[in-house]
């Protein structure tokens, strides 16, 4: 009875062994630290005052090609709340919807080839009400669930948690007769 004992540990512990150590080359093989840097400014375009919008700079610091949900990218703002809006250090009221989403797909994917930066461009008076003046500040915070390259390796952050995407926050003034009021309601 002994000997039968001790095999079944010895195999036992023969396949638990192997299954680390596989563990082990899977998780160093299968992630990569976030190569995706973001900044933000207000839309200059204009001779106007700021009504709204800000401009992105997404870029992918890596040679492997990215692919990113398109709803954790600030193009999707009005999709999601995705931003942080203070007026005078309080919160803004946000607008827009909150939407529920399945796992991606392909079809929902946005590339980035290698050293690519994309420049898109949020009005944020869609979603948050920027109706008042004061002194507003604003960043973008989103976490990239299903970000990967094109190998099938996921993003994560460098304490090999998920990756996120987040700005440094934008600091912007509004005058109280902006005219952003007469879109208030409407």
Excluded: C
């Excluded at 995706?36 to 800000?54: E, N, P, R, W, Y």
């Excluded at 991606?104 to 008076?125: C, G, H, N, R």
Aim: charged share 20%; net charge positive.
């Amino acid at each position: 009875m002994s000997n039968i004992v001790r095999n079944i540990v010895l195999a036992t512990a023969l396949v638990s062994a192997t299954g680390v150590s596989f563990a082990a080359r899977q998780g160093n093989e299968s992630v990569m630290k976030n190569p995706l840097s973001i900044s933000m400014l207000a839309d200059s375009s204009s001779s106007q005052a700021f009504m709204g919008t800000v401009e992105f700079r997404v870029t992918n610091n890596s040679s492997a090609v990215l692919k990113v949900p398109y709803w954790q990218l600030p193009s999707a703002s009005e999709e999601g709340k995705l931003f942080q809006v203070l007026r005078n250090g309080k919160a803004v009221t946000y607008l827009g919807p909150l939407i529920k989403r399945p796992a991606p797909t392909e079809a929902d994917m946005v590339t980035f080839q290698p050293y690519e930066t994309k420049l898109i461009s949020v009005d944020l008076s869609k979603s948050y009400d920027l109706s008042k003046g004061g002194d507003y500040t604003v960043s973008f915070l989103s976490y990239l669930d299903g970000a990967r390259t094109t190998t099938g390796r996921r993003l994560t952050a460098s304490n090999g948690r998920m990756a996120s995407l987040q700005s440094v926050p934008l600091k912007l003034w509004v005058d109280a007769d902006n005219a952003l009021n007469s879109l208030k309601g409407g």
